[in-house]
């Protein structure tokens, strides 16, 4: 487990919280090549938070795992 | 080996231990992109530990290893 | 999630920074053979951020999921 | 390569120990597919240490590489 | 990033600092199966800095994602 | 890159350093699945060095990208 807390003044720990603030859209890929679409609901140093519809549970995805962020639409 | 503790303050932590506690069947995807159904019985800092089947043997699951989590049903 | 601040004496931090601020067109190739065109708009110690086009949103590329990065033409 | 000294006080290093010193018979599926079977001897931070058979060699298996460590029969 | 710097003591950084001196050509193989053929210009602890020829632009190829490193012909 | 020594204490670094003595052939797995056989001249926290035949130059392996190693023969 990653036990560093998050850094706000990085960049991308920002912009990964604007996409949670304003519930965006988005396609995440895993560098297995997985993909998934939904909005993301909070991170922490080890694990980002996603729902792919509003009533969807909550899933890990694990951060070391992630390729690729980007919005929708 | 990761050797620092979990630190229960994070959301991903938390979320972990709740599946824990309600034994919530889980989808676990690694990224080779193998899948496991089960529950979840304890977390340390390198493996989860999963049932397949309440009367199955534990399983050690490396952390670094999980892509995707996501709750069953 | 990597804190550790980025080091500017390092020649790899350094020859993003040229290809962010000359936005240089690269090819960014991701461990699981994904291949992105695109220019760099910022780096941190997590992410690299790309637009593929200028009007595109701008994307988080897992700096653990780069394999390899080329200037294109 | 991991100097982190092996923390006996997680329930994951101890797991494995008592599959080592049970000679627990075992699958280990790392994180590109490959699955062998075979006892534990011992485990350091960076490698767990495998016979497939009890006149076989010890073969080191990468701790990183681990996915999946799940008890047979 | 890994912030680290280079310790020149140790006998992989100084094999890499020979083969960048006197221009070896190697093949690189990346953790994705990925090949490339060229010269190394200089390291620093997150990338190698490769030339596929002479005239060719830099390019970096994460340490991480380095799999095996031999020389050519 | 990996900057911590290696700790000659760990029964990892010492199996590793016994092969290297006793120029074990050995079966090299890396977790992109390439397998390699030779012998291993030096290990360092990021590399092993290998020779597949004792005339063939040192190639080097990235200690991460090691899945298992296992005595032939």
Redesign the interface.
């Known amino acids: 487990?990653?036990?560093?807390?998050?850094?706000p003044s990085?960049?991308?720990?920002r912009?990964?919280q604007d996409w949670i603030r304003e519930r965006t859209p988005l396609q995440l890929?895993?560098?297995?090549?997985?993909a998934?679409g939904g909005c993301l609901y909070?991170q922490?140093?080890?694990?980002l938070?996603l729902k792919t519809s509003p009533e969807a549970?909550?899933?890990?995805?694990?951060?070391?795992?992630?390729?690729?962020?980007?919005?929708l639409g």
């Open positions: 487990m990653e036990s560093h807390a998050l850094d990085l960049p991308g720990v912009q990964l890929q895993l560098i297995d090549g997985t998934l909070w922490d140093p080890e694990f938070a549970p909550l899933l890990l995805m694990g951060r070391r795992a992630v390729a690729l962020i980007r919005p």
